[in-house]
């Protein structure tokens, strides 16, 4: 009896539904385990660097005016988000942010790199992964870079697979935003592009690839 071999809709529905409770529960665990009694030690002496760097004004900061050789932007979204929350103590929470936004990036390259059933388990590895979560547990730029470096990963999976426009700009996006937060960004980037290059060159011609890599490097002009 063939009817009697099918799933019935409530079982279908049971099992669809597991991914997404999986999911749920990662992208939680992710954040509890960052954002655990996050102030529990004291500020380490790079994040007080950071903390007093970012009482500059927001122009100062964006121009590198203290002439620290260090890419502006982590510190620029530090100057913004301490001041919409008005406490220096929301340092930290913007690596916690990060970094559970980061697990939810990796969620999606699984996604594209595996299928939908098993994207999750590549984000519940990087979830309990500890050097990440000691990272994410600072006011530092690391958190922040990770997540760029992520975006840029997953736009390169995009691009491989299907090399549309709005995969350029997301690869384009991520690796500006990437090397503008950490100079850590750029032999990742230089990895990812290559792959990225000749997967668009192969596939459509060199209109794309060319355009989105000249973008790329006029707008990363002012980081030297």
Request: net charge positive; aromatic share 8%.
């Given at each position: 009896n063939i009817s009697s071999q099918e799933p019935s809709p409530s079982t279908a529905e049971s099992a669809?539904?597991?991914?997404w409770l999986l999911v749920i529960g990662v992208i939680a665990l992710g954040f509890a385990l960052r954002g655990w009694n996050l102030h529990g030690r004291g500020y380490t002496a790079d994040e007080v660097a950071e903390l007093l760097l970012a009482r500059?004004?927001?122009?100062?900061?964006v121009m590198d005016e203290d002439d620290d050789r260090f890419p502006p932007l982590y510190r620029?979204?530090?100057?913004?988000?301490d001041g919409a929350w008005g406490t220096e103590a929301a340092a930290r929470w913007?690596?916690?942010v990060a970094g559970t936004l980061t697990v939810v990036v990796v969620w999606r390259a699984g996604a594209a790199l595996l299928d939908?059933?098993?994207a999750p388990w590549p984000a519940l590895l990087l979830a309990v992964c500890p050097f990440h979560i000691h990272?994410?547990?600072?006011?530092?730029?690391y958190a922040v870079n990770c997540l760029f470096a992520a975006m840029m990963f997953w736009a390169a999976l995009a691009v491989l697979r299907r090399g549309s426009r709005r995969d350029w700009a997301l690869l384009v996006g991520s690796t500006i935003a990437a090397v503008y937060t950490h100079w850590y960004a750029v032999p990742l980037g230089c990895v990812l592009w290559l792959f990225a290059f000749a997967?668009?060159?192969r596939r459509g011609g060199w209109r794309r690839p060319i355009?989105?890599?000249v973008a790329t490097a006029v707008l990363l002009i002012p980081a030297p």
């Open positions: 669809s539904r597991i991914p500059k004004p927001l122009a100062s900061v620029t979204i530090l100057v913004v988000w913007l690596s916690v939908e059933r098993d990272f994410c547990r600072e006011g530092r730029a997967a668009g060159w355009t989105a890599a």
